[in-house]
C-alpha cells in the first residue's frame, strides 16, 4: 500500500523549501502551477497538472518511489475557479461534490501504490476562529465527509520559528499534526523532507537501495 503525508503550512512556512535536499532525480514532483522552486536546483522528473486524472496516471507511472504534488490545494482551487461561474443553484453543490470526489480519488489511488511509494501531500493550513488549525479545502464535504487528514497516518505541519524554517511532528490540540508513535522523537525536526522520507523509510522497513 502505497503512503499518502500530508505537509502543510502557511504560505512562506518553507513547505517547497523542504525539497532541497533530495537528489534531483530522486523524486517525482507534480507541479499544480507552474511556479519556480524557492531554490536553484532542478528536478529531473517534473510533471505539470492540476487534473486529478493526469496525476493519478503519473503517479502510476513515476520513475522514482518518492513523489511529491506541490501543492493540492490549488488541485482543488483550479477546478472550483474553472467550474464556478458557470454553475449556479444546486449546480454549486455538484461542483463541491466533483471537488470532494477527486480529492477521495486520488487518495485512494495513491494507497494503490506499492508498499515502497510516499506520495507527499504539500497544502495550505487556515486557522479558524477558535485557534484551530487544519488544512484548507474548498466546500464542506471535505472537511465533514471525506476529512483529509483522517486518511492519512503522517502529517507534518511547517512552521517558521526565530526565522528558521522546521517541521512540527506531534500536535500541541490545536492543529491536526500527527505521526505514528516513536517514529519522530522530537517535536520539532528540520525543514528537510529528504531526512523525513528516510526516517518513515526506516520505520515501515521500505528503505530504498540502488536498483530497487
Not at 502557511?10 to 523524486?27: A, H, Y
Not at 488541485?75 to 464556478?84: A, L
Not at 466546500?139 to 526565530?162: F, S, Y
Request: charged content about 30%; glycine content about 6%; aromatic content about 8%.
Amino acid at each position: 500500500m502505497g503512503n499518502a503525508i500530508l505537509i502543510y503550512g502557511k504560505s512562506g512556512s518553507g513547505k517547497s523549501r523542504s525539497l532541497l535536499n533530495f537528489e534531483e532525480d530522486e523524486i517525482f514532483l507534480v507541479k499544480a502551477i507552474d511556479k519556480e522552486l524557492p531554490f536553484r536546483k532542478k528536478f529531473k522528473y517534473v510533471y505539470i497538472s492540476d487534473d486529478v486524472d493526469a496525476i493519478i496516471n503519473g503517479l502510476e507511472k513515476m520513475p522514482t518511489k518518492t513523489a511529491v504534488i506541490d501543492d493540492l490545494t490549488y488541485v482543488m482551487t483550479s477546478k472550483f475557479m474553472s467550474g464556478h461561474t458557470a454553475k449556479k443553484g444546486s449546480a454549486q453543490f455538484d461542483l463541491y461534490n466533483d471537488i470532494a470526489d477527486s480529492i477521495w480519488k486520488l487518495i485512494l489511488a495513491i494507497k494503490k501504490l506499492p508498499g515502497n511509494v510516499n506520495v507527499y501531500l504539500i497544502m495550505h493550513e487556515e486557522t479558524s476562529d477558535y485557534g484551530d488549525t487544519k488544512v484548507r479545502t474548498i466546500g464542506r464535504l471535505l472537511d465533514q465527509k471525506v476529512c483529509i487528514e483522517g486518511m492519512v497516518t503522517i502529517a507534518l505541519r511547517c512552521v517558521t520559528k526565530n526565522k528558521q524554517h522546521c517541521f512540527l511532528t506531534h500536535t500541541d490540540g490545536s492543529d491536526i499534526t500527527k505521526s505514528p508513535e516513536d517514529m519522530f522523537q522530537e517535536d520539532e525536526i528540520p525543514n528537510d523532507l529528504k531526512a523525513v522520507d528516510t526516517t518513515i523509510r526506516e520505520y515501515y522497513g521500505t528503505t530504498i537501495t540502488k536498483g530497487n
